[in-house]
């Protein structure tokens, strides 16, 4: 080894040893009869120190020619620092050097490699690998470690066996895009990169192996944004002859076992809040419920008093800020322009100021007097000093814009505490979704998700009406994780492909692999998947998952680091068969 210690190892009772630490050049600081240089690795740093009259001049000489991110060798003792630094663990120590070797000079980095570093996203995602000396990325790639191998390790002690699944699958185009690979060995035909095992942990059930889980690499073509990536890891987990409770049970202890183990927190019991239940109360089937701002439905108390815009619309629906009645005109026209904005999509803003003198205040005191207003604020539970924001419009649109408003209300509030951990179930799905514009029905989960055993004749009857046998959890407003029992029954399999809008024909060619092995023997059985990028960057405290990712993409896709996706030659297009359209340029 080049090293007898790492840089973040030695203390006190290391006084008066002989060590060599190799590592980085940090900083040096030259005061003339004296020369500290810092010196680091992944594990700390270790001051260092040479002294005019003490070491050797060409020693001196040496260091003085060192720069920042210099790769360095040095053999010295361990001696008690005089001014000791409490904020790092190796403060009370410093290495006297007697040796000195330059492994490997380097040009002077383009951004600082400090924790409070001078280099924007963009530089430093192009130097990424010199982004990942720096202790708070490197700290998140920590973090990152532990919760991968606290998971393996609760899983593994309740007999679930890991078991990697194939990256060269078959492109089933229903849910995101998939990204294709041309076969050279099949012309004119394509692989895809998966973009969940879903098919193949059901095979795996069907197999007899009846506790599944893998750490694995998934794959959509989507637009990008904080939390997503066109590669991103699931921990992707299957069993069989478990009813919903044994699934839920499983894997909220998976949840309190990371929590416990690498936050050093005991969350409680999870409770469970039904999609419908979600959607009136908070607008978001994955509701931050770290704080109140609880929905509240006004369409009683204020439809039929002559104002339009509440008379025609199907819901009327409110949330309390507390002691924001001192908003001023300014503020609530911002709130305004806010909830106006195409990606919320409401059309505009009421407001009622609950004076602390008990009167209201409204932008709609033309139709509602006072008496009303104090009816809006009784069934709003408002008091005193409190601000009233009410929405109108259809039902769905307008819950998730009030969503939207809720939590914006929530930051500013300061009620969203990063080191506050809320979680819960969100169950009982519809198990379909309509899409307008294109006239039919869509898995809102996957088209293997269940529905509840009772709802099953309601398919060809009342589709909207169909529960799905799913579940999400959630935490802080982030859906981590997501599952559902299957459908392991080629009938219902074949009912549900029907219902999607599947012809025979493409239900077989897509999925003909899957339904044929539920006429082997299929055990019932159900799993979950949880964003592992999601849950490392909640538990790191950050909002993109890119932090918590060695080599991430930008929003673009690319990686500007190896400058990817890039051309390939001629050749190469011309063995896997494949011929660019005539006016398509390479950007």
């Given amino acids: 080894m080049l090293r007898t210690h790492t840089c ?12 060599t630490l190799s590592g980085w050049v940090q900083r040096i600081r030259d005061k003339g009869g004296i020369l500290w240089i810092d010196l680091r690795d992944r ?12 070491e050797a001049e060409a020693l001196l000489e040496a260091a003085r020619e060192l720069g920042r991110e210099f790769v360095v060798q040095v053999h010295g003792k361990v001696i008690e620092r005089l001014s000791k630094n409490d904020k790092i663990p190796t403060g009370a120590i410093e290495v006297r ?32 690998y010199l982004d990942l000396r720096r202790a708070p990325v490197r700290r998140n790639l920590e973090l990152r470690h532990r919760l991968m191998q606290e998971t393996r390790r609760y899983l593994d002690g309740l007999n679930f066996i890991e078991v990697e699944t194939p990256v060269l699958i078959k492109s089933t185009p229903e849910g995101a895009r998939d990204f294709v690979v041309p076969s050279r060995m099949n012309p004119g035909e394509f692989y895809a990169l998966p973009q969940s095992p879903q098919t193949f942990k059901q095979l795996l059930m069907v197999s007899g192996f009846d506790r599944y889980f893998q750490i694995v690499k998934c794959f959509r073509d989507e637009d990008l944004r904080a939390d997503r990536q066109p590669e991103f890891t699931q921990i992707d987990c299957e069993m069989s002859f478990v009813t919903r409770e044994d699934i839920l049970r499983t894997f909220e202890g998976l949840i309190r076992h990371l929590f416990s183990k690498v936050k050093g927190l005991d969350l409680p019991e999870l409770p469970r809040m039904s999609y419908q239940e979600a959607m009136e109360k908070y607008g978001s089937d ?26 025609s619309a199907e819901l009327v629906v409110a949330i309390t800020a507390p002691g924001c009645a001192s908003y001023t005109r300014k503020q609530v026209d911002e709130l305004t322009e806010f909830v106006k904005k195409p990606q919320i999509g409401a059309k505009g803003l009421v407001y009622v100021r609950y004076n602390e ?9 033309k139709f509602y007097d006072q008496e009303a207003l104090k009816t809006w604020a009784e069934t709003c539970g408002a008091q005193p000093g409190d601000l009233i924001l009410v929405l109108a419009g259809e039902k769905n649109p307008t819950r ?8 914006l209300m929530g930051d500013r509030l300061g009620l969203r505490n990063r080191n506050e951990y809320k979680a819960l179930w969100v169950v009982d799905f519809p198990l379909l979704e309509w899409g307008e ?26 589709p909207r009406a169909v529960r799905a046998n799913a579940y999400d959890l959630v935490v802080n407003g982030v859906e981590l994780g997501g599952g559902s029992i299957r459908i392991f029954d080629r009938k219902l399999q074949e009912k549900m492909f029907e219902v999607l809008g599947f012809t025979p024909e493409e239900a077989k060619a897509q999925f003909g692999f899957l339904m044929e092995a539920f006429e082997y023997g299929a055990p019932p059985h159900g799993g979950i998947a949880f964003g592992f990028d999601r849950l490392s960057a909640l538990f790191g405290g950050a909002d993109s998952i890119r932090d918590f990712i060695a080599f991430p993409k930008n929003n673009s896709g690319r ?5 990817s996706p890039s051309p390939i030659d001629e050749k190469q297009l011309k063995e896997l068969n494949i011929d660019l359209r005539s006016g398509v340029t390479h950007s």
């Fill in 357 to 365: 003198d008990g009167s209201l205040k409204s932008s709609v005191d």
């Fill in 97 to 128: 050097v007697q040796e000195l070797k330059v492994l490997n000079p380097a040009k002077l980095p383009p951004f600082l490699i400090e924790d409070e570093t001078d280099g924007g996203e963009d530089l430093r995602m192009k130097y990424r």
């Fill in 400 to 407: 998730k814009a009030l969503n939207e408003l809720r939590l």
């Fill in 559 to 563: 990686d500007v680091m190896i400058d």
């Fill in 437 to 462: 514009e294109e006239q039919r029905w869509f898995a809102m989960h996957h088209p293997f998700t269940s529905p509840w055993p009772e709802d099953i004749d309601k398919l060809g009857t009342d």
């Fill in 43 to 54: 594990y700390g740093l270790t001051q260092l120190i040479l002294e005019e009259g003490v």
């Fill in 8 to 19: 973040g190892e030695l203390r006190l009772e290391h006084v008066n040893q002989e060590v």
């Fill in 286 to 311: 994955k509701p931050d419920i770290r704080f109140g701002m609880e929905f509240v439905e006004l369409n009683d108390v204020a439809q039929g008093k002559g104002f339009s815009v509440f008379d």
